[in-house]
């Protein structure tokens, strides 16, 4: 099994987001047609995530200590910032590149959230959790199997009006692929405050 940890975005601010970046996916569409437009509902802040946990007691394990870990942490406001083209110095994408909407504000609190989930996940399960130490929201990615790369410079030339998005629970995803039935997506969430 495999438990992606991460911040869900608002339908409203979804709306909007999918608003804006029309222009954005035309480009990439017409310049960079080997780069995958993620579908809205995968629109999200991920903030870790274990590639493999195999003993569903360590599945519930790490669902109860995310639920004692960020409850009270607080409502989290963020407004959005740039595009950037990752990864920077981050290995757990192997070859592939991503395009991400960073935060002009808020993205120090949800480094924080992260940085304490990171914490209570090592503990728990050792070697096993990987941190994203930058929140983004994951929008663009490029397919593993094609060479070209994205034009860094198209992306970090495009810009988007800032929007506000408010984060009050962390929405863990735990997903298992089976051979006859794909991949199975099971979630459950913690509040903030």
Not at 31 to 45: A, G, I
Not at 151 to 175: A, D, H, Q, T
Request: proline share 5%; aromatic share 10%.
């Amino acid at each position: 099994m495999r438990i992606n940890i991460a911040l869900p975005l608002l339908r409203p601010f979804k709306d909007e987001l999918d608003k804006k970046t029309g222009p954005l996916r035309k480009t990439l569409s017409k310049s960079s047609p080997h780069y995958r437009w993620l579908d809205r509902e995968e629109w999200r802040v991920t903030l870790g995530y274990f590639g493999k946990v195999g003993d569903p007691i360590d599945v519930e394990h790490v669902c109860m200590a995310i639920e004692q870990e960020v409850l009270g942490f607080g409502l989290i406001v963020g407004v959005t910032g740039r595009f950037e083209t990752f990864p920077k110095d981050q290995s757990y994408y192997g070859n592939r590149n991503t395009v991400g909407l960073t935060f002009e504000k808020g993205g120090d609190r949800i480094a924080e959230l992260s940085g304490r989930i990171a914490d209570k996940m090592n503990g728990l399960i050792s070697n096993k959790y990987t941190q994203f130490k930058s929140p983004y929201i994951t929008l663009v990615r490029k397919d593993r199997r094609r060479r070209p790369t994205l034009p860094n410079g198209r992306i970090k030339k495009l810009e988007l009006e800032p929007l506000e998005c408010r984060f009050n629970k962390v929405v863990i995803y735990i997903s298992d692929k089976r051979i006859s039935e794909g991949v199975y997506v099971l979630q459950r969430s913690a509040r903030l405050i």
